[in-house]
Antibody, heavy 116, light 107 residues
């Protein structure tokens, strides 16, 4: 079964850090371009960023609001995607999904709440 | 910056055809994808590469693209199709590729 499972969400204070993980199974993770997408309460889908497969260069792209604060990485030996979030702001509060967007594979999401 | 524009809402009666549009300057060169999201659930891909339907998606869902506009068509919309729909298009420059979403009401 093709599956993505996120973990690591929770409550964090403004200015704090959090690392999300996304464990993949059921497909060749190393071949996949992986993305993080978030959705603030009552809002639409917002693309956070993407990492290409290592064979395609392994490079990353980020949305403007998070550039310089968030870092996406991957460990193909563990079939795991990461999102390191630093300098968190209240407006980063959202459900965070990992996904292979063009293949239609999404996790169930993990909630990140940034509040004092 | 690159943007995908969708109407905020579309409303149809059950059995009617619903059309949701997505406009973007890069669509003549890039595929469009369509996602359905019901309340509290992760998005579900209903159309990929402009007009292909994943397995398990009902035949009433179809997609097309012409020039700078992509269209999701639901022929004979049903109450269970009521959801938010998002278009998406790949963009290698890193610009946000999701449209703002369209709330489909079927009643």
């Amino acid at each position: 079964e093709v599956q993505l499972v996120e973990s690591g969400g929770g409550l964090v204070k403004p200015g704090g850090s959090l690392r999300l993980s996304c464990s993949a199974s059921g497909f060749t993770f190393s071949d996949a371009w992986m993305s993080w997408v978030r959705q603030a309460p009552g809002r639409g889908l917002e693309w956070v960023g993407r990492i290409k497969s290592i064979t395609d260069g392994g490079t990353t792209d980020y949305a403007a609001p998070i550039k310089g604060r968030f870092t996406i990485s991957r460990d193909d030996s563990k079939n795991t995607l990461y999102l390191q979030m630093n300098s968190l702001k209240t407006e980063d509060t959202a459900v965070y999904y990992c996904a292979t967007i063009s293949r239609g594979v999404w996790g169930q999401g993990t909630l990140v709440t940034v509040s004092s | 910056s690159y943007e995908l524009t969708q109407p905020p809402s579309v409303s149809v009666s059950p059995g009617q055809t619903a059309r949701i549009t997505c406009s973007g300057d890069a669509l003549p060169k890039k595929y469009a994808y369509w996602y359905q999201q019901k309340s509290g659930q992760a998005p579900v891909l209903v159309i990929y590469e402009d007009n292909k339907r994943p397995s398990g998606i009902p035949e009433r869902f179809s997609g097309s693209s012409s020039g700078t506009m992509a269209t999701l068509t639901i022929s004979g919309a049903q109450v269970e199709d009521e959801a938010d729909y998002y278009c998406y298009s790949t963009d290698s420059s890193g610009n946000p590729p999701f449209g703002g979403g369209t709330k489909l009401t079927v009643l």
